[in-house]
């Protein structure tokens, strides 16, 4: 009982642990600040790009943290008073 126990929690902390646990965002968000208004857009076009690149069975997690990413810039280029497309 308790082995199946540790193998639930260790799979939950593998999948929420880089967004929640280990502070992808907080982390990405500092990254982000650090960049010129140039890089962001390349940063952006690049997210776009791997997210127009299909989402099989087996990328979906990729393209969810991918999709994170891509939110987090706009909010990032939008704050600085670029006006982008939904």
Do not use: H
């Not at 639930?8 to 967004?19: A, E, H, N, Q, R």
């Not at 208004?37 to 299909?54: I, Q």
Request: hydrophobic fraction near 40%; proline fraction near 2%; glycine fraction near 6%.
């Amino acid at each position: 009982m308790t082995g199946i126990l540790f193998l639930v929690l260790l799979v939950l902390l593998f999948y929420f642990g880089p967004k929640y646990v280990w502070g992808f965002e907080a982390a990405y968000r500092r990254k982000l600040d650090a960049m010129d208004d140039e890089s962001l857009m390349r940063e952006r076009n690049s997210l776009v790009s791997s997210l127009n690149a299909g989402t099989s069975f087996e990328r979906r997690r990729s393209y969810s943290v991918s999709f994170d990413k891509y939110c987090i810039v706009n909010k990032k280029l939008k704050s600085r008073g670029f006006k982008l497309p939904d």
